[in-house]
């Protein structure tokens, strides 16, 4: 005889709605890595830490599958049209993703940053300006000697 499980330890649970929208990002920028059912909930699984039957769960939920639907259509048009008020939030979704994936993915990492930044508009990188503490100094040196001169002068 085997032992007894009680039913509820078995059964499937949705995962928390505050979670879909890091899952949905999370296979919106990493697409071959979903590109099968199998593959998909593999990552999903290990990413968020859910069950099998929980994700299996989520992609039948028609909520989860129209936010999804939602988010391949932002994602492939402009952000230009999206709230500030969202972006903000999509934005704070998107660190929490980056938190989740492990270290090793690093060109996931990067993929997450590189929408961040698309979803800020922020496409020209920022310009650096050098500024010298001294008003009066000297060139760059072209060698080792001539540094050395030239800081015994500034020293002096």
Not at 31 to 44: E, F, I, L, N, Y
Not at 64 to 69: D, V
Not at 86 to 103: F, G, N, T
Request: hydrophobic content about 35%.
């Amino acid at each position: 005889m085997g032992g007894s499980v009680m039913r509820g330890e078995l059964d499937p649970v949705l995962p928390s709605r505050e979670l879909w929208p890091s899952i949905i990002r999370l296979m919106v920028m990493d697409p071959g890595a979903c590109s099968t059912r199998k593959k998909r909930d593999q990552r999903v699984r290990s990413t968020f830490g859910l069950k099998q039957g929980d994700v299996a769960l989520l992609f039948t939920n028609r909520s989860f599958l129209s936010a999804w639907k939602e988010e391949a259509d932002v994602r492939s048009g402009s952000v230009a049209h999206v709230p500030i008020a969202a972006k903000v939030s999509r934005l704070e979704q998107m660190q929490e993703l980056l938190e989740r994936v492990p270290d090793e993915r690093v060109d996931l990492k990067l993929k997450i940053l590189r929408l961040a930044r698309e979803e800020t508009e922020d496409q020209q990188p920022a310009q650096h300006v050098h500024m010298h503490g001294h008003i009066n100094s000297p060139p760059p040196a072209a060698d080792y000697e001539e540094w050395q001169r030239q800081n015994r002068q500034m020293e002096g």
